[in-house]
Structures are given as C-alpha cells and as structure tokens.
C-alpha cells in the first residue's frame, strides 16, 4: 500500500516516528514535508497530501499537526478527501470501517508516539464495511458536488 505523509513542525517528529515504523513495515511512504521544526503553515501539507490521495496516486494519507485540527480541516476541504481527526483506538476502527476515511489526522501534541503508532496500525488494517454505510458516504460526495468549484 502506497501512503502519503504530511505535517507541519507541530507534527514533525511524530511524523518521522510514523515513517521509520511503516517503512520497517514495508509499507511504500512518500513524505510531503515539513522537513524540520521550522514554523510553517499546515495547510501547505494538507493539500499536497490530500491532493495525492483525492487523485488515487496513494491509496491513503496521513498527516500531522500539533493538535491534528488545523490539518484535518484543511484536508476535508478537498473533494474525495475523507480525513478523520483521531485520538483513540475505538475511533480508529470505527471511522475505517463505517466512513471509509482515507486520510488519518493525528494531534502530536495530544497523544505520545506509542497511541499514535497502534492507531495508524488499526487504521491501515482496517476495511471499509460498506453496506448501510455506503449511502452515507454517498451522501458525504453529493455535499462536495454542490458546493465544488475548480479554480
Ligand atoms: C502550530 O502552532 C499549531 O497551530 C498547529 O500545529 C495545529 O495544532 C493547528 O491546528
């Protein structure tokens, strides 16, 4: 499975934990930046990412702020983009299994490295259920239709 990462400094060194765990997974990681703790602005790497995912180039995306807000919100705001903020296990599987979220958000400065790892793990081996789920879903893309405008 191809995984786009992302953060900005706030989730920097949590995202570089994420990286050395999925690659010694074997999982193929792509990182977006940030590339240091330098001050930048979280959006940047929620586009580049959630464009990547949105266009199916990575099967899913994972990104990293401070808080994980900032960088899920700005992720949402791309059509396809389903990016689920995430703080505890249950969430993690729930949202694969009933949202069909394709992008993780996680908050570096909330939870510690190891709840971080065993989430991103329950959420990459979790599978979408579908069924009565699917028109929810459906419903989530009719939103992004009305209100989408190419610029
Ligand atoms: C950066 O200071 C911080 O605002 C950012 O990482 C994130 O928490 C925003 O939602």
Known sequence: MKIAL???HGGYKLKEVIKNHLSEKGF??????T???DSCDYPHFAQAVGEEVAKGTYE??????GTGVGISIAANKIPGVRC???GDCFTAEATRQHNDSNVLALGARVIGDGLALQIVDI???TEYEGGRHQQRVDLI???EKKY????
């Open 6 to 8: 992302g953060s900005d």
């Open 28 to 33: 193929e990681i792509s990182d977006f930046g």
């Open 35 to 37: 590339d240091s703790t």
């Open 84 to 86: 689920a903020l995430v």
């Open 148 to 151: 989408s405008k190419e610029v």
């Open 123 to 125: 959420w990459l081996r």
């Open 60 to 65: 899913k995306g994972i990104l990293v702020c």
């Open 141 to 143: 893309t009719e939103i």
